[in-house]
């Protein structure tokens, strides 16, 4: 059984440009949250995927965007970075959409 | 008010000390999960309950539904449990949200 993985695991990007993320769920698990962690602080959620549809929603503008795959893998994408977006993201997958979360060793993303 | 509040925010202990972390939150819960990161980034989820008490290995996780509270105790500390600690909630009706604490962070010295 393999794990929750994430690529790339370092990333630096300049303001106004585009990123994505991936992620590839624990095997098995049909739901995946992304999450944000800016240095200090703890996680803040973005969004959950359940079945390829958006389940649920933090409170990040619409810049962020997400993808899941039939596979249950999953893409995180961010338009017009901002200084702000400078920040770790994890992605959890669980076997259901409120069951114990498993995580990824996260994303570091830069934008300078 | 952050809904989910911890503390100490950060702990010094010595190995073989028994460590309590705290976690406090505001709202109505289905569940809340204590968490591990250690540095580089990885979380480990170390228990999620929603009542009771939860043990593994020196690891302790209690939890007082009526108070809004709970707590993970470690026995016999080591300088290997040094790592934030998070306490997270997942609020009644929020299928998937979950809101996270800003962590404590424990340096077991020997």
């Known amino acids: 059984e393999t794990g929750v993985t994430q690529s790339p695991t370092h990333l630096i990007k300049t303001r106004g440009q585009q990123v994505t993320l991936r992620c590839s769920s624990q095997?098995?698990?049909?739901?995946v949250s992304w999450y944000q962690q800016a240095l200090g602080q703890g996680p803040q959620f973005i969004f959950q995927?359940?079945?390829?549809?958006?389940?649920g929603r933090g409170n990040f503008p619409p810049r962020f965007s997400g993808l899941q795959f039939p596979n249950y893998s999953s893409e995180l994408n961010v338009n017009a970075l901002e200084l702000d977006d400078s920040a770790l993201y994890l992605c959890?997958?669980?076997?259901?959409?409120?069951?114990?979360?498993?995580f990824g060793p996260g994303t570091r993303l830069t934008v300078l | 008010k952050n809904e989910v509040e911890q503390s100490p925010q950060n702990l010094t202990a010595q190995e073989g000390e028994f460590i309590t972390i705290n976690c406090s939150y505001s709202?109505?819960?289905?569940?809340l999960h204590w968490l591990q990161q250690h540095p580089g980034g990885g979380i480990v989820s170390l228990f999620m309950?929603?009542?009771g008490k939860k043990k593994h290995g020196r690891l302790i996780a209690t939890i007082n539904i009526q108070e809004k509270h709970s707590s993970l105790h470690i026995t016999a500390s080591h300088p290997r449990d040094s790592a934030v600690y998070i306490c997270?909630?997942?609020?009644?009706?929020?299928?998937?949200?979950?809101?996270f604490g800003t962590g404590t962070r424990l340096q077991v010295t020997l």
């Open positions: 959890a997958s669980s076997s259901a959409r409120g069951n114990e979360q498993f």
């Open positions: 095997s098995g698990h049909n739901t």
């Open positions: 995927y359940y079945r390829e549809e958006e389940n």
């Open positions: 709202v109505g819960i289905s569940a």
């Open positions: 309950l929603s009542s």
């Open positions: 997270a909630v997942r609020a009644t009706g929020t299928a998937s949200k979950l809101t």
